[in-house]
Every structure is written in structure tokens, then in C-alpha cells.
């Protein structure tokens, strides 16, 4: 799905993720008449969680990385509603689409930046030139991918304790959301490196030495 990066920005935040599992929340009763239907969301959920996770690893298109890992957090989410915590859930709703429309604006300030090219690998130092958008870009990340002692990784861990598998079926699609989880910090790790924080790239340089050229012409 291609979109301008405030319309991804709003879909991927609010509506994209929201939708469906609001929707889950509200008829979840059903589920529990169909334990058929409730394990199929529960294997499907997971795997979702952990195919988004391991796709976005291996992207180097940022908008690309981040849709995937959209896809790994409604996974999660959809796996974790079934263990009667929707309160925790609908908070998650929230700290992820705070969060994921902060980090899709300043990768679109970045992409701007880089003559809208989307390729991590043309990208790098750019955090002289962008020191705002890099600050909010690692910590909108940090909660999106867990890291330690952030607002997200409080909310993964409450999730996570609160659901508890009874059965080995269970336990097998609990692993997956798991390493799910894990391969977001990898995911979140790369937009920051390979954008702000690793050396110029001669194709960055020239960005730049353009940019604060047409700046300079501006004033």
C-alpha cells in the first residue's frame, strides 16, 4: 500500500491497527462461543506477528520497514486479545499510534530530505542536519521496539505476564509472538543507524551539500 507519509502516518497510527482489533474487543463474546474460531485467530495472530517482525528486518526501504513492522504489532495485538486483558490492549492501541505517527513524520521530513529517496542505504549523517527528527525518531523507536524501562517496553511486559497459555499449542504461538517482539528491536535499531547515525555515504554527502546550499540561498 502506497501513501503520502501523513496519510501512512494516520492510517498505520490510528486507523490500519485500531479498526480490526477494536472490532475483535467488541464482539469477542462470539469468539468465546467458537473455540474453533478463537484458535485460529490466536495461530494466525501470531504468525502474523512473527512474519511482520522478520520481513522488516530485512527492508531497506523505510516505509517499507515500518509498514511491516504495523503488521507485526497488529499480530501481537490480535494474539494477545484472547487472553482477557483489553484493557492493557486498548492502552497498547494507543502508545502504538502515538508513537508510529511520530516516527512515519520525521522518516518523511527524512525522506524529503534526502530527495525522496526511501533507500536507508543512500542515507546517513543525517543527524546534523536533522538533530530534531533524529531525537524523536530514537524515541519513538526505542517504545516501538521495547527497549528497556520506555513506555512501550512497560506495556509489551504487562501484556506479556498477563497472558498466560494453557496448552502447548498455546505456548508454541506464545514463542512466536515473542520472537516477534524480539525482532523489533532489530527493526527499530536500523531506521536510527542507517539514517543518522552510521558515516555519510558520498550519495548522502551530496544531499546535503545541496540542501544546505539551497538553505543558504533561501536566507
Not at 530527495?115 to 549523517?125: A, E, I, K, P
Request: some cysteine; hydrophobic content about 50%.
Amino acid at each position: 500500500m502506497e501513501a503520502p507519509v501523513p496519510a501512512s502516518a494516520l492510517i498505520h497510527s490510528a486507523t490500519l491497527v485500531s479498526a480490526g482489533i477494536f472490532l475483535i474487543l467488541r464482539v469477542y463474546p462470539l469468539f468465546e462461543l467458537s473455540p474453533f474460531a478463537r484458535t485460529y485467530i490466536i495461530f494466525f495472530g501470531a504468525l502474523t506477528a512473527f512474519f511482520g517482525g522478520l520481513c522488516s528486518i530485512f527492508q531497506t526501504d523505510v516505509k517499507r520497514l515500518l509498514a511491516y513492522s504495523t503488521i507485526s504489532h497488529c499480530g501481537v495485538l490480535m494474539f494477545l486479545t484472547f487472553f482477557k486483558n483489553p484493557d492493557i490492549v486498548i492502552i497498547y492501541l494507543y502508545v502504538h499510534g502515538f508513537f508510529k505517527a511520530i516516527i512515519f513524520m520525521c522518516m518523511g521530513h527524512v525522506i524529503r530530505f534526502a530527495n525522496n529517496h526511501q533507500d536507508m542505504r543512500r542515507m546517513g549523517g543525517f543527524h546534523k542536519y536533522l538533530p530534531f527528527e533524529a531525537f524523536m525518531s530514537f524515541v519513538a523507536l526505542a517504545n516501538l521496539g521495547g527497549v528497556s524501562f520506555t513506555w512501550g517496553y512497560y506495556m509489551k511486559h504487562f501484556l506479556f505476564v498477563e497472558s498466560t497459555p494453557e496448552s502447548q499449542f498455546n505456548l508454541f504461538c506464545f514463542a512466536m509472538v515473542v520472537l516477534g517482539s524480539l525482532c523489533g528491536i532489530v527493526y527499530s535499531y536500523k531506521p536510527v543507524s542507517y539514517t543518522h547515525l552510521t558515516l555519510p555515504t558520498i550519495y548522502s554527502v551530496q544531499i546535503s551539500v545541496v540542501a544546505v546550499s539551497l538553505k543558504k540561498k533561501k536566507q
